[in-house]
């Protein structure tokens, strides 16, 4: 088998080739790749000469795509997920480009390493379900800055279970409205209802003052679950869909 690989390696380094297509514009050469992002779309790259070898670049379009689709690279959680990704393939990000200087000597290793993270960065719409709800909560914590509305993070209570509960956020009083207790959930199914329900249940002697409970809820990037929506209600808890978190500013902000 082994001696059958190089004229294998060959036939794809020739469809390689075959397949990725070169177009002047402007000062810089359009390098349209056979690679699919997950739009099914040829990845395309840029390549300019510099004074000391060559400028490659995705002009922006991988992050900018990322926020079209809603994932948008602000908060904590998305930034490191970012810079992690980026570091790997020793790629700069210059505003919302991606890009890279190579030499004649590694234009090709440096061409493959900004092709990588570029699929690499698309691949993070895809991040796993604890960074989709770390992603969403920094969306909420934004959302609220941006608003004015003061809040604590992550505020601890210890329950009746003898555990520590963490509520994602807590908004005090400002003598209008009571203390409220705010969480977000980036997947409202109904397992995620239940936990949400149970510690605050469980931290109800544990509270001073009085609070009033309201959940944010993802309707944007997935569908809440009406078994989750009738257990929040059921317990008195407020809802708030992302999708329409403007109607519930004069209640937050009061």
């Not at 300019?48 to 070898?53: F, H, N, Q, R, Y």
């Not at 509520?167 to 959930?185: C, E, K, Q, R, T």
Request: proline content about 2%.
């Amino acid at each position: 088998m082994i001696d059958n690989m190089p004229r294998l390696l060959d036939r794809y380094m020739g469809w390689l080739r075959d397949n990725t297509l070169l177009r002047e514009v402007d000062e810089w050469v359009e390098i349209t790749t056979p690679f699919l992002d997950r739009h099914n779309d040829c990845v395309q790259i840029y390549a300019k000469p510099s004074d000391d070898g060559f400028v490659l670049t995705d002009h922006g379009y991988t992050i900018d795509d990322l926020e079209f689709c809603g994932f948008k690279m602000k908060g904590d959680t998305r930034l490191e997920l970012l810079n992690v990704t980026l570091n790997g393939f020793g790629i700069r990000r210059i505003g919302n480009a991606l890009q890279v200087k190579a030499s004649f000597e590694d234009f090709a290793l440096q061409m493959q390493n900004l092709l990588q993270a570029m699929l690499a960065v698309n691949d993070l719409y895809y991040t796993s379900r604890s960074n989709i709800a770390s992603a969403f909560a920094d969306d909420v914590a934004l959302w609220l800055k941006e608003s004015d509305i003061c809040f604590r993070r992550n505020v601890e209570f210890n329950g009746k279970s003898g555990l520590n509960v963490a509520y994602d956020f807590v908004i005090p009083s400002n003598g209008i409205h009571s203390n409220v207790a705010l969480w977000s959930i980036g997947n409202p199914s109904l397992q995620s209802a239940k936990k949400t329900v149970f510690d605050w249940g469980d931290t109800e002697d544990a509270r001073d003052g009085i609070y009033v409970p309201y959940v944010v809820l993802d309707d944007v990037n997935g569908r809440v679950s009406d078994n989750a929506k009738g257990v929040f209600v059921n317990y008195g808890m407020k809802l708030v869909y992302w999708s329409g978190r403007r109607a519930a500013l004069k209640e937050l902000a009061a």
